[in-house]
């Protein structure tokens, strides 16, 4: 069974950074491209970036571009997104998902971990 | 890249069927056969119902079926049932930068 489980979310000041991680489970982690996906309390998805499987290619939502950094461990099996920078509209649940091997589609999620920024 | 449209509400008995529709581009919907659409319970994480427009994953009840025509994909749910009352969210493939935009969502209320 796929199991992906998201952590580090928590409360921090504007201006300040963090580290998300996502532990992955029941499937070979190192063979999927994996993504990153916030909502906001209320609002709907938001795609926020994207790896490659050995950690070579990445992409990212111009909302988040050049503050944000996705990264991975495949020995580890666990992908990570680095937040700088972070301002109150960074405030959401963010999901880790993985990417169908016929490409293009979401198709797992995590559970999600809440960060808030917020002095 | 703007959100997908999708209307914010929609209801039926059970029983009915009801679609949701999913409004983009053609830079998004109408150039790509990559249309998913997710469920989400309430503070649950979304689920893939529908996948390539038309396709469904395993375990997926064949009550959820998928379309689309031009830069409109849309979402049927025959046969509603309770456990049906959730968010439903369109997405679409928007190319190698942007990856994937998704709808803003649908509030399906079983009546």
């Known amino acids: 069974e796929v199991q992906l489980v998201e952590s580090g979310g928590t409360l921090v000041q504007p201006g300040g950074s963090l580290r998300l991680s996502c532990a992955a489970s029941?499937?070979?982690?190192?063979?999927?491209?994996m993504h990153w996906v916030r909502q906001a309390p209320g609002k709907g998805l938001v795609w926020v970036s994207r790896i490659n499987t050995d950690g070579s290619s990445t992409s990212y939502a111009d909302s988040v571009k050049g503050r944000f950094t996705i990264s991975r461990d495949n020995a580890k099996d666990t992908l990570y997104l680095r937040m700088n920078s972070l301002r109150a509209e960074d405030t959401a649940v963010y999901y880790c998902?993985?990417?169908?091997?016929?490409?293009?589609?979401?198709?797992?999620w995590g559970q999600g971990t809440l960060v808030t920024v917020s002095s | 890249q703007s959100a997908l449209t999708q209307p914010p509400s929609a209801s039926g008995s059970p029983g009915q069927s009801v679609t949701i529709s999913c409004t983009g581009t053609?830079?998004?919907?109408?150039?790509?056969?990559?249309v998913s659409w997710y469920q989400q319970h309430p503070g649950k994480a979304p689920k893939l119902m529908i996948y390539?427009?038309?396709k469904r994953p395993s375990g997926v009840p064949d009550r959820f079926s998928g379309s689309k025509s031009g830069n409109t994909a849309s979402l049927t749910v025959s046969g509603l049932q309770a456990e049906d009352e959730a968010d439903y969210y369109c997405s679409s493939y928007a190319g190698s930068n942007n990856f994937v935009v998704f709808g803003g969502g649908t509030k399906l209320t079983v009546l």
């Open positions: 998902a993985s990417e169908s091997l016929e490409g293009a589609t979401i198709d797992y």
């Open positions: 029941g499937f070979s982690f190192s063979n999927y491209w």
């Open positions: 390539e427009v038309t």
């Open positions: 053609s830079s998004d919907v109408g150039s790509y056969e990559y």
